[in-house]
């Protein structure tokens, strides 16, 4: 049968069909991609996009809400199950409107905010400069230690006393090791500072058990739906109770207006398969993938970022292959295998030329791919990496990757019990 948008607008039509073809034949490495089940698509493109629910359950503004009333109150109710929280808000747009949230529930502009900084692993919404958290907040900056890329608990803590913050963020967008968010809580405490936790990048991994949990120890915990917890595009935000009510106001009327129903009830949805054993078997292989990975990239002689990595990220340091990060995704990218170049810890080298590449491994292990596939990827990206100028041999690649892509079709279904009942 002739799709309703292949007749409507073919042009389109044949661009997703484009889409579809380059998502399924090509390594997909990106960090924040995935791949969502045919169950999460179907709902986020179902008829609640026509749906305006401005408000939340039982006081919204505009009438005709009794269903759209129960599938966001049943993923409040599943993200508090996954997660162990007492609050949860399924309408921001983003991670970052998230963040912005949480910092507006717990501070006012002006007030002082800690977070990660941009070239060491943070977000944009970590109060870095050019980010309006950087402009109406007064952000300091904490920083990896340089000598070994990770966390240094004392000197962050130092500067939390030093500073006061109104707020301390833990989390990252590139940091390839664990997080003590207990520590952060600890820090946090010491300070008369409230703690803002973002798991956008880690979410499916604590949702499986196989991170350590910030829920028990912030006070607002923010993330994207996507990425490890493999949902549609969206944010949401948990908290303690007794912040509810400010999280809520934050969010609406503070920073938006009616809620995106069609991608609450594929937030949905996800949850209700994040809430299986499946999920905690595919989260435990997204780091068995990761670690196989980097181990052979370090066998290839490449540098890593704290050396080597603890959930489903890696973080290369490109310098002593003299390679910048830009040219080497392009020519990556010209072989079917898809990353972005990245900043490393203190990097000489200008933002949209950085010195690093940032890889993960979400995607290609909702496609099945394990140990043995992992290392075989980097060993394209050797072989890339060693013909960086030679477009004969990144041709050849990009065949060998086509090929390979074709024994792990991309799902469609994920298991979920019939019935679910969260």
């Not at 529930?105 to 944009?124: Q, Y």
Request: aromatic letters at 6%.
């Amino acid at each position: 049968m002739i799709s309703a948008l292949e007749q409507y607008d073919p042009q389109i039509y044949e661009l997703i069909k484009q889409e579809s073809a380059r998502q399924s034949g090509s390594i997909r490495l990106i960090a924040s991609e995935n791949y969502v089940s045919k169950a999460v698509m179907l709902a986020t493109g179902s008829c609640l996009t026509n749906k305006y629910a401005e408000g939340y359950p039982g006081k919204r503004y505009y009438e005709g809400q009794k269903n759209t009333d129960l599938i966001e109150t049943l993923a409040q109710d599943r993200v508090k199950k996954v997660f162990g929280a007492e609050h949860a808000n399924v309408q921001p747009y983003s991670g970052s409107i998230a963040n912005m949230a949480a910092y507006l529930a717990l501070a006012k502009p002006g007030d002082t905010i800690m977070g990660l900084s941009l070239p060491h692993g943070g977000h944009l919404t970590h109060g870095w400069k050019v980010s309006l958290t950087g402009k109406i907040f007064n952000s300091v900056q904490y920083e990896v230690d340089p000598a070994t890329g990770m966390f240094d608990y004392n000197k962050i803590e130092e500067l939390a006393k030093k500073h006061k913050p109104r707020i301390i963020i833990s989390g990252a967008t590139a940091y390839p090791r664990q997080i003590d968010f207990e520590k952060f809580g600890e820090i946090a405490k010491s300070v008369g500072a409230f703690l803002v936790s973002d798991i956008a990048h880690i979410a499916g991994l604590v949702a499986a058990g196989l991170h350590q949990s910030p829920v028990p120890y912030a006070d607002v915990v923010s993330t994207t739906t996507h990425k490890t917890l493999r949902g549609p595009r969206g944010g949401m935000l948990m908290s303690k109770a007794e912040h509810a009510k400010n999280v809520d106001k934050a969010v609406f009327p503070g920073l938006q207006g009616g809620p995106h129903m069609h991608t609450i009830t594929g937030i949905a949805v996800a949850l209700a398969e994040a809430d299986t054993p499946e999920f905690v078997n595919y989260a435990g292989q997204i780091i068995k993938n990761s670690k196989a990975m980097a181990e052979k990239l370090l066998e290839h002689g490449f540098d890593l970022v704290s050396g080597g990595t603890d959930n489903h990220l890696i973080l290369i340091d490109l310098r002593n292959k003299n390679i910048p990060g830009k040219k080497l995704a392009k020519a990556l990218n010209a072989a079917n295998i898809v990353t972005n170049c990245n900043s490393i810890p203190n990097d000489p080298a200008p933002p949209f030329n950085p010195s690093g590449l940032r890889i993960g491994t979400a995607a290609v292990t909702t496609r099945g791919m394990k140990e043995e596939q992992a290392c075989q990827i980097a060993d394209y990206i050797n072989e890339v990496a060693e013909n960086v100028e030679n477009e004969a041999v990144i041709e050849k690649v990009g065949q060998q990757v086509l090929l390979f892509c074709s024994s792990f079709p991309v799902p469609e279904h994920f298991i979920v019990p019939n019935n679910v009942k969260k």
